[in-house]
């Protein structure tokens, strides 16, 4: 489903990532773990076409997608890719439902609340819909970004640190839902975590030393 070859990326003369090889199959839980500044999140950014490496390159199936204009790598995005961050990143002064739904608007699709009701049904979260973020809890506000994540049923999810933020018991309810969506959704995730509990849940767990990944 997708695959990067040969990534690098510097900054200021500082070279993070010097050259990664992967390949994510469908339906795969993928972990990403590696000291703090190892490049995880520079290689996330990547996967995710949020940044652009200084060589190589990312294939989705076999399309390159460098070679995509802004617009189009844009409408690729908010279709086949979903975003889950440390920082849920939900707008504040929107519901949870309304929040859930703000990609399938800039997609500009019918039926958004429907699918919104749907996902926030299998996340326990029917009854909170039209709560604002300030009004949920930490889990319950990372579930709604899970969901905003799904809305647009995007082939792969990649999440930056999901539990993070959150206490024990709703970081284990997270990591678990991410596998229940896996088992039941066949939706595919890459996952990087200093979590070594999800980490070690996962498929497969690569790991980014020095530059490349070693394991
Ligand atoms: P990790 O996620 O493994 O903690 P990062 O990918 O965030 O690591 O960062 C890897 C290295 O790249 C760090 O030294 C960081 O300071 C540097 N870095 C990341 N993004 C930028 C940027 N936009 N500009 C300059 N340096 C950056």
């Known amino acids: 489903m997708l695959k990067a070859e040969g990534i690098h990326k510097s900054y200021n003369g500082l070279n993070v990532l010097k ?12 972990s990403i773990v590696g000291s703090s500044g190892a490049g995880k999140s520079t290689l996330l950014h990547i996967l995710g076409t949020l940044d652009k490496p200084d060589k190589g390159g990312v294939y989705f199936g076999d399309k390159e997608v460098s070679s995509l204009s802004q ?14 961050f440390q920082f849920h990143n939900l707008f504040p002064e929107f519901t949870a439902i309304e ?38 809890s930490g889990g319950e506000q990372q579930r709604v970004s899970v969901a905003r994540a799904l809305i647009n049923d995007p082939s792969i999810v990649f999440a930056d640190e999901p539990s993070g933020n959150l206490d024990s018991q709703s970081a284990d309810d997270l990591h678990n839902l991410f596998f229940d969506l896996r ?33």
């Open 19 to 30: 050259g990664i090889d992967l390949s994510i199959k469908e339906s795969e839980v993928v």
């Open 71 to 84: 617009k189009r790598l844009s409408q690729f995005r908010n279709e086949q890719i979903g975003f889950i």
């Open 99 to 136: 929040n859930v739904c703000i990609p399938a608007y800039i997609r500009g699709v019918k039926g958004a609340e429907k699918r919104a009701t749907e996902l926030l049904k299998i996340l326990g979260l029917l009854d909170r819909k039209d709560h604002k973020p300030s009004e949920l």
């Open 183 to 215: 088992n039941k959704m066949g939706q595919t995730f890459v996952i990087v975590t200093h979590n070594m509990e999800l980490a070690g849940m996962a498929d497969r767990k690569l790991e980014i030393k020095d530059g490349i990944i070693t394991s």
